[in-house]
């Protein structure tokens, strides 16, 4: 080739050309193209987009027929979860639906870590194997009352009821001593069923709050009557569970401790209620199916034993969780054809009483018990068809307990030891008890001796009790102490565990719920009195009309203050069915000290006294 030659030449038309123009020129004129070309047929554009719309139509339809599918099968598999309606930030609930309360009475964080890892080591567990309120925490709950930095159960529970702040000892009142509405009440106003479960006595502190109103919490008597419907509003709670017989008792009956002759039980069946007292009565229930409501059920004369003592007595005492998956299927079956649900109040009541003790074992396994009770409320909303929530938290934290003591002046271990605990098989309640029976008929000092080392090693596990130990079982040391609280500190030394106080502390409390979905306004740090307007807010309850309505009823049919006044000056006395008002110097607000402290009594539960 030389050099002059041209590098290219344009190429001739050639029929691939003419085809493509006649395939231009169609789609340009939308008209078919007759040209041919047998050698090497080629489809066209506008075939293809067909063919692909045909292929995506296919594939469409056959992913909205698996997704149906799948859906359906989730239906199907658990129609009842499908059908509750979810209740985010932003929305409030609707409809019909369920509300469970749980107060665990005295439990602290520190309760939670002892019993974590004492559950742990008696089940042989992993370390990742927790409790089940662990799995449920959202948040914390300051607890200071009106009138003091560490409250009680009564301005505690007081919070919980009528969502405000009170004082120590007020039992759903006012700092002006005026009744304020409950959540349980409200409730009952607006159709719903009620109920309280606990294993302290039903007329104690954080029960009380719900369903009565009195000045003082020691006014067991007038609780009592005001829970069975003597009071403005009349009956308000449909189920009660729990302890606490003595109350109920005219006083000229065996195991009474009224201060009057009236009978609580009888003016209870007056108002419909039905009534057990015994473990044979609350088998009968047969697990809720069989109950009628309204129903009072008290097991026992004053509170239900400790969890580490009522376990050899199954046969007598009913536990928290039997108690209240009865009261949940209770009031789940008389309200299935309702408009509205139910309300329930359980009380994990004798883990306050463990801390005020001091005693590690007991509390442990009361806290142990609460969490089963905890988890069957978890499986009732579960499988429940009616959407509900369970809140749970303390009103406060009894015995300033620490998972750690320091033995001696010299720098402390690090490590407390549950196995210790494991050892006891019973509460130091127990154990002072049947001491305090031998010593009533033995005086000889060294059989004392030998008895006390013998129920400390087969009640409490302790098997090297010094002879200056045992000394001070039978002779406490010092004017304040007990052999109550010798017992618990020889157990609480050896576990090494520590504690504050036999009274209250100001520790923030812990929140748990089923759903921090569904129970998000608590999430975080909050007041005790937002956990009261929670449920107000779940329930959608107007607790002001109530209290309208409870103090403009200023006077009832209940006796006054003083029973021996005047009947014309009882009937002048405003709201006499509280009780005495206390006196003007009893302070009831203001915490720019320390005042108005309260201290546990050998008389708080009544037992006769004049109210």
Same mark, same amino acid.
């Given at each position: 080739m030389s050099s002059e030659e041209p590098r290219s030449v344009p190429r001739a038309s050639s029929d691939r050309a003419s085809l493509r123009a006649e395939e231009e020129d169609a789609l340009l004129t939308g008209e078919r193209t007759n040209h041919h070309h047998h050698t090497h047929p080629r489809r066209g554009w506008a075939f293809w987009r067909e063919i +692909?719309?045909?292929?995506?139509?296919?594939? =469409?339809? !056959?992913?909205?027929?698996?997704l149906a599918v799948v859906y359906q099968h989730e239906v199907s598999r658990n129609h009842k979860l499908a059908s509750k309606p979810s209740w985010g930030p932003g929305s409030k609930p609707a409809g019909k639906r369920n509300m469970i309360f749980m107060v665990s009475d005295g439990m602290g964080p520190a309760s939670l870590t002892m019993t974590r890892s004492f559950r742990q080591l008696t089940e042989g567990l992993p370390i990742d194997d927790t409790l089940v309120l662990d799995q449920h925490y959202i948040g914390t709950s300051r607890t200071r009352s009106s009138n003091t930095l560490v409250t009680d159960s009564a301005a505690g529970a007081t919070a919980f009821s009528c969502a405000l702040k009170s004082y120590n000892n007020a039992i759903s009142v006012t700092p002006e001593h005026e009744p304020c509405g409950t959540v349980l009440e409200a409730a009952a106003l607006a159709g719903y069923k009620t109920g309280l479960v606990v294993t302290t006595r039903i007329t104690d502190a954080t029960p009380a709050a719900f369903a009565s109103h009195v000045n003082l919490r020691f006014y067991e008597d007038r609780v009592a009557l005001q829970e069975v419907g003597e009071y403005p509003l009349g009956r308000v709670v449909d189920l009660m569970l729990g302890g606490g017989r003595c109350f109920f008792l005219p006083n000229s009956t065996e195991g009474s401790c009224r201060g009057d002759d009236r009978d609580v039980i009888e003016v209870a069946k007056n108002n419909g209620f039905n009534y057990i007292n015994d473990r044979a009565g609350f088998d009968s229930l047969n697990g809720g199916t069989e109950a009628q409501l309204p129903l009072l059920g008290l097991f026992a004369e004053k509170d239900i034993p400790y969890e580490i003592d009522r376990r050899t007595q199954k046969d007598v005492y009913p536990s928290l969780e039997e108690m209240a998956r009865t009261a949940l299927k209770t009031l789940s079956e008389a309200t299935a054809d309702s408009e509205q649900g139910f309300f329930l109040m359980i009380e994990g009541s004798r883990i306050d009483h463990a801390g005020h003790a001091n005693d590690p074992a007991a509390q442990v396994h009361e806290v142990m018990a609460y969490d089963r009770a905890f988890d069957a409320v978890l499986e009732f909303l579960e499988n429940d068809s009616t959407p509900g929530v369970v809140v749970s938290t303390s009103d406060h934290e009894t015995g300033g307990l620490a998972a750690a003591r320091q033995l001696s002046p010299d720098y402390p271990e690090y490590k407390w030891l549950p196995n210790v605990l494991a050892n006891a098989k019973h509460s130091v309640e127990f154990v002072n008890s049947k001491l305090s029976k031998f010593l009533t008929g033995e005086k000889d000092s060294s059989k004392q001796k030998k008895y006390v080392k013998g129920l400390l090693k087969e009640a409490m596990g302790i098997t090297d009790a010094t002879a200056e130990e045992v000394d001070a079982v039978l002779n406490p040391p010092h004017q304040l102490a007990t052999s109550s609280n010798v017992l618990s500190d020889m157990l609480s030394r050896r576990a090494q565990i520590g504690w504050s106080t036999h009274g209250h502390s *100001?520790?923030?409390?812990? !929140?748990? =719920? /089923?759903? /921090?979905?569904?129970?998000? %306004?608590?999430v975080g740090n909050h007041e005790n009195i937002e956990i009261g307007n929670f449920i107000a807010n779940y329930l959608s309850l107007d607790l002001n009309n109530v209290t309208k309505f409870l103090q403009a009823s200023p006077v009832s049919t209940g006796p006054a203050p003083d029973d021996n006044a005047d009947a014309s000056v009882k009937a002048e006395t405003p709201f006499s069915w509280m *009780?005495? %008002?206390? +006196? /003007?110097?009893f302070r009831t607000v203001g915490l720019d000290t320390y005042h108005g402290e309260f201290k546990r009594s050998e008389s708080d539960c009544g037992c006769g006294g004049t109210h």
């Open positions: +692909g719309l045909f292929a995506w139509a296919i594939i =469409a339809t !056959i992913v909205v027929i698996v *100001g520790v923030d409390v812990n !929140i748990y =719920a /089923s759903s /921090s979905k569904h129970a998000w %306004p608590l *009780g005495d %008002p206390l +006196g /003007s110097d």
